[in-house]
Structures are given as C-alpha cells and as structure tokens.
C-alpha cells in the first residue's frame, strides 16, 4: 500500500511540472515496474493517437474544400480525389470526441484518480482550447469590419445575406463558448468551433463525474455514469429526436459529443480487459480489421445515413485496438512517421485555422475571375479544384504551424500563469502596500 501512495504522489508532483511521460515512469520505477519499456509504449500511444487526429483534421478540411458552395459553383468537375470518404469526412468529428474521451480518462482517472482537482482540470481544458479560439473569432471580426468597410466606401459591392448569421449576439455566445448549446439554430463565425463549445461543457461534466467518482471512493460509479451518459445520448439521438443521421451540432451537439467522449472513457477501461497473450500476427490482424471496419462505415454514410449512428462505435473499437495493441506490425509503425506526428500536433489548429484560410480562398477566386479555371479545366479535367483543395491545404499547415508555435503553445501558458497567479493572490495574506 505505501508504495501504491508514493506512485500516485510521484504522478501528482510530476504532473503539476506537465511531465506525463516522467511521472509515469517515476511512479513504475518505485512500482518495480520496466521504465524503459512503459516509457516507450506510453509514448508510442500519444504519438498513434496523435497521427490519428491530424489525420481526421486533414478529412474535414478536406471535406469542407469539396463541399462548399462556392467552389462547386466554380469548378465544373470536381477534384481528382473526392471520393465518398472525403464527402463524409465531417463525421470524424465524433473521432474526435472519442480519442478526447480516451486521453481525458488516461490522464485523469488511470493515472492520478485519487489526487483529480475538477479547477485544476477545468483551468487546463480552458487553456488548452480558449486563446486559439478567442484568436479566430477576433481575426473574423476584424475581416468582417473591413469587409463593411469597403462595401461603404464602394470599393467592393457584395449582396447582402438574407439572414446575417455573424452578428453581435452570436459573436458573444461565441466568446463564452455557448454557440452549440441550442441558443442559436445556426452555424455561425468560425463554424467548425461548434465542436469546441460542446467539448468544453463535456469537459465540465466528465470533470464533475470524475469528482464524484472520487469522493465516493468508486470507479465503478465513474464508468457506469459514463455508460449512461453515452447510451441515453445516443437514444435520445437517434430515438427521440430521430433524425437521418447523427450530425447534429447547433443544436443538440452535446448529446454527439456525450455519446461519443464517454463511449472514449469506456473504451480505455475496456482495453484493460484485453488478454496480453495474444499474439503478434492476431494483434496485427484484429487492428487492421478494426480500421476497415471504421473506414468502410464513412464511406457508406452518403448511401445510407443512418450508419452514421455507428461511427461513434467503430471510431472506438479502432482506437482501442491503437491502445491495446502499440506494438502490431503495420498499423502503429505508420501513424508514428514525422510526417504524421507532425500534423497530429497540429491538428487543433488545423481545425481550427481552416474555415478561414476557406472563406478568404472564396473572396480569391471571385477576384481570380473565371477565365483562368477555364484554362486549366481545358487542360486537364479537375486540375483546378485540385490545384484550389493542395494550395488550400498547404496554406491551412503552414498557418497552423504558426498558430500552434504562437498561439495554443504561448498562449495557453500565459493563461494557466494567469490563473495560476490569481490563485495564488486569493490565497496570500494580505499585505499594506503604502
């Protein structure tokens, strides 16, 4: 028992100093457990995961590419690699909310359960996710201002929308990340950051559980609250409200977003129960498959919606078998190439940053003219919109390689120091400052 106490001590100290990898080690180190061996397979885990959600971040902007309005409008043939994947690609947001269930139940239940401050937790989403956002939603504000601007001034004419979506009511729900949560019947501003407001408040509620769980001493009653959590969202999904497919987001995008992140804390629970005995050909043979499976169920949303209802599930057991199985032959040694960790560490602001990169190509090709993507459609068919979807995406990395360095890196520090320094001013003694 005192060394099970001084493990999670060890996880406590070293993850106020943000060194997961460390005080996983530390703690097994006093455990008696192989550090180097933990260290390795632990950080092959974050690293899959992490290629996992670049790569998703790559589809939806891909997705948006093919499917706006404008650029269909434009393009006569469509680009060379749209396929049924890429016009689905928008539900691997529900990966999304599955891998963040994963990583939030890694780090806050499996590794330090016993020591879990719900402020602490909250502080660190809210920096995590806050300065990137607030960052768009100002740089849209501003194109909008200039945008008027120049319509008033007669430099550029521009019929006015028949319902304005970006006005100042939405942008304030937008800066208290209340966007999604049924205030509005609209995408609105950054669209794509309707995820981001439903994730925050399922953040608050997993953190609520997890405290809980904690004062009751039970993580019985942690997974099976999360269990309810998922299943009655998805019923209410598809039951009650009972649409074609599980795309909702301004309206009832937390139930999306409950179902999928606590079908992610129950999967991690669920790999816990995974034999260690199985063997390498198998492991490989079962993640392939579990890829398949997820891949296969995108593709055939467009034919049937309702498969939409099971991305959650498959997105999940594909994970999972991430989790179980880091050292399977094909899979895993993919998703760890530089190339990929990359993206994955970039992936927040690649969702993030694309909506805009998107709206300011818009405004580009109606100045671009049409002649220009007659010329290339004669050369080639579909060379333009494939040009318009690879410069899209080369511009989309190297914006958010700038914002990750610049924004979600810097700026979350300064907002953790920010809290960090205000809780230490409410708890210092008072001083006389004359």
């Known amino acids: 028992m005192r060394e099970i106490r001084a493990g999670a001590l060890v996880f406590r100290r070293c993850q106020r100093a943000q060194c997961p990898l460390e005080a996983d080690a530390a703690a097994q180190e006093i455990l008696g457990v192989d550090v ?5 397979k632990e950080k092959e885990h974050v690293l899959s995961l992490d290629s996992i959600r670049g790569i998703a971040a790559v589809t939806v902007v891909v997705h948006h ?3 706006m309005p404008t650029f269909l409008a434009a393009f006569s ?3 060379w690699i749209e396929c049924s994947y890429f016009r689905a690609g928008g539900f691997l947001v529900d ?5 963040s269930g994963m990583v939030m139940s890694m780090s806050y239940v499996q590794s330090d359960f016993g020591g879990f401050s719900l402020r602490d937790f909250m502080v660190r989403r809210f920096a995590r996710i806050y300065p990137l956002h607030l960052v768009m939603l100002i740089a849209l504000l501003l194109f909008r201002l200039l945008r008027i601007g120049l319509v008033t001034l007669g430099v550029i004419v521009a019929v006015p929308a028949a319902f ?3 006005n100042a009511y939405s942008f304030v729900l937008n800066v208290f990340l209340l966007q999604s949560l049924g205030f509005l019947d609209y995408l609105n501003w950054n669209a794509p950051s309707w995820s981001i407001s439903v994730e925050f ?3 608050l509620v997993f953190g609520l559980v997890v405290l809980g769980a904690q004062r009751l001493g039970s993580l019985r009653w942690l997974y099976v609250s999360a269990a309810v959590l998922s299943v009655a969202s998805w019923l209410a999904l598809a039951v009650w409200i009972g649409r074609e497919e599980i795309g909702a987001q301004y309206d009832f995008g937390i139930l999306r977003c409950f179902t999928s992140f606590f079908l992610g804390v129950l999967t991690v629970k669920a790999v816990s129960y995974v034999p260690r005995t199985i063997g390498p050909a198998v492991k490989g043979a079962i993640q392939f498959a579990a890829f398949l499976v997820a891949l296969v169920n995108v593709c055939f949303i467009e034919a049937w919606p309702w498969i939409s209802y099971l991305t959650p599930l498959t997105f999940a057991v594909f994970l999972g078998s991430l989790l179980a199985f880091p050292d399977a032959a094909v899979v895993p040694r993919v998703l760890v190439t530089k190339p990929l960790v990359w993206v994955g560490k970039r992936s927040y602001s690649i969702y993030m940053v694309h909506a805009f990169v998107i709206l300011l190509a818009e405004y580009g090709l109606r100045a671009f003219g049409h002649r220009p993507i007659a010329w290339l459609e004669s ?4 060379l333009p919109a494939t040009l318009n979807l690879f410069v899209l995406i080369a511009v989309v990395l190297v914006a958010s390689d700038f914002t990750y360095r610049w924004v979600e890196l810097s700026g979350g520090k300064l907002v953790r120091r920010w809290f960090e320094g205000n809780r230490f001013s409410a708890t210092a003694p008072a001083t006389n400052s004359t």
């Not at 990966?95 to 891998?99: E, K």
């Open 36 to 40: 180097a061996t933990q260290v390795h």
């Open 65 to 67: 590419v093919i499917r």
């Open 77 to 79: 043939t469509p680009p």
């Open 95 to 99: 990966l999304f909310f599955v891998l």
């Open 164 to 166: 304005e979506v970006n």
């Open 201 to 203: 408040y399922t953040y």
């Open 379 to 382: 050369i080639y068919p579909g």
